[in-house]
C-alpha cells in the first residue's frame, strides 16, 4: 500500500487544518500547533513494507502532541521511530526529552502521551510498526523511549543507511523479502535502543538481562538454545540468569517457549510462507517436537496451527 498527501491540493488558508488532518489519518490522533499564521506547507508520502509503514515527512514548525485524553481513544497500538534527514526536532515522552540533528533517531510509543517538537523547517523517515513486535526484545520497553541515538557512527549509522535505502527500494521486494527485512531492521533496533536507553535503579540487573533476551532473539531459532549458553555469552552463571527472567515474573524456559510461539503465530498467518509448511515453520523457531508445538500452541492460542493459518 502506497499514499501521498499534500498541503498543496487545498486553498493555502485551510493548509494547516487540513495537515492536522493528514496526521491523524494517516498516522494516529494527536493534535497539533504552530507558531503564528500565514502561509503554511507540509507533504508526507510512505508505503508498507511486512509490518513496517515507512513515511517520509517534509513540513514547517510545528507541535505535535499525543494527549491524554487522546490516548484514551485508542488507535495507536504501535511504536513510531522518527530519523532526522533535515532540520532539527525533539521527541518528548516518559519525562525524557531526545533532541535530533540530521542522522538521528528517537521512537515514541503510541500508547502513552508524547510531544514532537520542531522550531523550523524540517524533514523526517518516520517508521511505525506494532508495538508487540517491539517490547519482548527489550528488558525495560519504557525505558527505551524517547531516547536519541546518534545516526553518525554504530548501530545508529547502519539503521539509519539502511532505513534511507529502504524507503527509496522498498517497493522493489516481494511480500516475503519485505517482512523478512523488517523483522531484521526491528532485531537492530531493538538492540540500538537497549544499550542507548538509561536504566533506573537496578541498572546492571536490567543491562544483564537485556544482553540476554538480545542473545535469545538472536538464536531463536536454534534448538540448541540453552541456559548455559547464554549466560555463558553474557558471562553470568546459569542461577542469576535464571534469577533474572524470575523477577520479570517468568523463566528462561517459559520466555523462550511464548517467543518461539510468537513468531511461529505470525508466519502461519503470513500469506506470504503459505508455501512453507506447519512443520517447516515450528522447525525455523527451533520445535524439534511436531506434537509438542501442536499442543504448545493450542495452548497458548486456544487454535490448533493449521485452524490458526486457515481463519488467517
Known amino acids: 500500500m502506497e499514499f501521498a498527501r499534500s498541503t498543496e491540493a487545498v486553498a493555502a488558508a485551510e493548509r494547516f487544518a487540513y495537515w492536522r488532518e493528514v496526521i491523524w489519518e494517516q498516522f494516529l490522533p494527536i493534535d497539533a500547533r504552530r507558531p503564528g499564521d500565514g502561509a503554511f506547507a507540509g507533504a508526507v508520502a510512505g508505503r508498507s513494507l511486512g509490518p513496517l509503514t515507512i513515511s517520509r515527512i517534509s513540513s514547517q514548525a510545528q507541535r505535535v502532541c499525543r494527549t491524554p485524553a487522546l490516548v484514551e481513544r485508542g488507535g495507536a497500538d504501535a511504536i513510531y521511530l522518527n530519523v532526522q534527514l533535515r532540520g532539527e526536532g525533539s521527541a518528548s515522552q516518559d519525562g525524557r526529552t531526545a533532541h535530533q540533528r540530521p542522522g538521528d533517531l528517537a521512537a515514541v510509543d503510541g500508547t502513552r502521551p508524547f510531544e514532537l517538537a520542531f522550531e523550523a523547517d524540517f524533514e523526517q523517515l518516520c517508521v511505525s510498526f506494532p508495538l508487540a513486535l517491539l517490547a519482548p526484545r527489550l528488558a525495560l520497553p519504557r525505558a527505551a523511549t524517547a531516547v536519541r541515538v546518534g545516526g553518525d557512527s554504530g548501530l545508529g549509522a547502519l539503521l539509519v543507511n539502511q532505513l534511507t535505502l529502504l524507503a527509496r527500494l522498498g517497493a522493489r521486494l516481494d511480500r516475503e523479502a519485505g517482512a523478512l ?34 542473545r535469545i532473539e538472536r538464536d531463536l531459532g536454534d534448538p540448541a538454545l540453552s541456559t548455559e549458553g547464554v549466560a555463558h555469552g ?79
Open 181 to 214: 527485512v523488517a523483522d531484521q531492521l526491528i532485531e537492530l533496533l531493538a538492540l540500538a535502543l537497549g544499550r542507548a536507553c538509561e536504566v533506573p535503579g537496578t541498572a546492571n540487573r536490567a543491562l544483564l538481562l537485556q544482553a540476554a533476551i538480545d
Open 234 to 312: 553474557v558471562n553470568i552463571s546459569t542461577r542469576y540468569l535464571q534469577r533474572l527472567f524470575a523477577e520479570q515474573g517468568t523463566s528462561f524456559g517459559r520466555w523462550v517457549l511464548a517467543r518461539r510461539l510468537e513468531r511461529c503465530h505470525r508466519d502461519l498467518a503470513d500469506p506470504a510462507l503459505s508455501h512453507l509448511s506447519i512443520g517447516r515453520i515450528a522447525e525455523r523457531w527451533g520445535f524439534v517436537d511436531r506434537s509438542h508445538f501442536a499442543r504448545t500452541f493450542r495452548d497458548r492460542y486456544g487454535l490448533a496451527p493449521r485452524e490458526h493459518r486457515a481463519s488467517a
